[in-house]
């Protein structure tokens, strides 16, 4: 089992939306038994695919080892995409961890759903938190959504440091360009200092996700934004496979 963080210090930059189209491509071209973890109390990723908690689910007790992580996930519409969905409990979650160190766990959890799943996607909150170091410990790869700004660089640069000074330089980290509108130059200008980092297109069929409550590739298959996000999950399959 290969495990994914969607990781950004900054909010709103497309990360659950990351998250739900790479689970969904994982799943069904890439034919891996998926699950996408959605550990934003937010529960945005959960609700993107048309799911919500059982009720009096603790996502929280899952995380801190004291449920078994198995016990809380749900099925969703697509064949091998499974969700641990998000709900309340996850945001005590911070002050939990900063007490106990239950949730050192965090690795030993998601190798014990090694057996179930090939592929385990993690939707996170932003910022950097004692959730997310224990995370960096966890996975396989992060991923990170960075909209084209002259800032870009540095959302980059301060996640590459703290790796380096906190986790030895690990896990490998695959940067993307989200919500990319080459339309504008200083888009087109930001892009064309890392012209190799995967591109998501800024796209109307990217919003709809929230009304169809569905990943792109079923919205508007062979779009441009379906054919990106399949892109990007060749290249984090590559990333795995070779990391
Ligand atoms: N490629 C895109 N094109 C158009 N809209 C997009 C694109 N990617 C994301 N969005 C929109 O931007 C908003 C933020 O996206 P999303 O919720 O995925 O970000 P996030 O990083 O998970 O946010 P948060 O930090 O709050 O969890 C959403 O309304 C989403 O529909
Ligand atoms: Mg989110």
């Known amino acids: 089992m290969k495990s994914v963080a969607i990781f950004s210090i900054k909010g709103g930059v497309g990360k659950s939306t990351t998250a739900v189209n790479l689970a969904h491509a994982a799943a069904t071209s ?15 990723a959960t609700y993107l ?29 697509f064949p091998n995409l499974d969700v641990l969905p998000a709900d309340k409990s996850l945001r005590r979650l911070e002050g939990d961890l ?8 965090l690795k030993k959890h998601l190798k014990s759903l090694s057996s179930d ?16 170091d ?21 959302a980059a640069e301060q996640l590459r440091a703290e ?30 200092r890392h ?16 009304v169809h409550q569905s990943p792109v590739a079923v919205n508007q298959p062979g779009s441009p934004a379906a054919r990106a996000f399949a892109g990007l999950w060749s290249r984090a399959e590559m990333a795995l496979l070779n990391g």
């Open 49 to 77: 695919l048309k799911l919500a908690p059982r009720s009096g689910a603790k996502a929280r007790a899952a995380v801190a080892g004291e449920t078994e992580l198995s016990d809380l996930v749900l099925e969703s519409e």
């Open 134 to 154: 224990r995370l960096f410990r966890a996975v396989d790869l992060i991923v990170l959504p960075i909209i084209p700004s002259p800032l870009s660089d540095r």
């Open 195 to 210: 012209p190799d980092w995967p591109v998501i297109p800024y796209a109307s069929a990217v919003e709809a996700m929230a």
């Open 98 to 105: 900063a007490q106990t160190d239950k949730l050192k766990q």
């Open 117 to 132: 799943y090939d592929r385990v996607i993690v939707d996170c909150p932003p910022g950097l938190s004692e959730l997310s």
């Open 30 to 44: 890439g034919g891996r038994r998926t699950l996408l973890w959605d550990l934003d109390s937010q529960g945005a």
């Open 163 to 192: 790796l380096q000074k906190s986790h030895g330089g690990r896990p490998p980290l695959l940067p993307l360009w989200s919500m990319a509108d080459r339309r504008r130059k200083l888009h087109r200008e930001t892009i064309d």
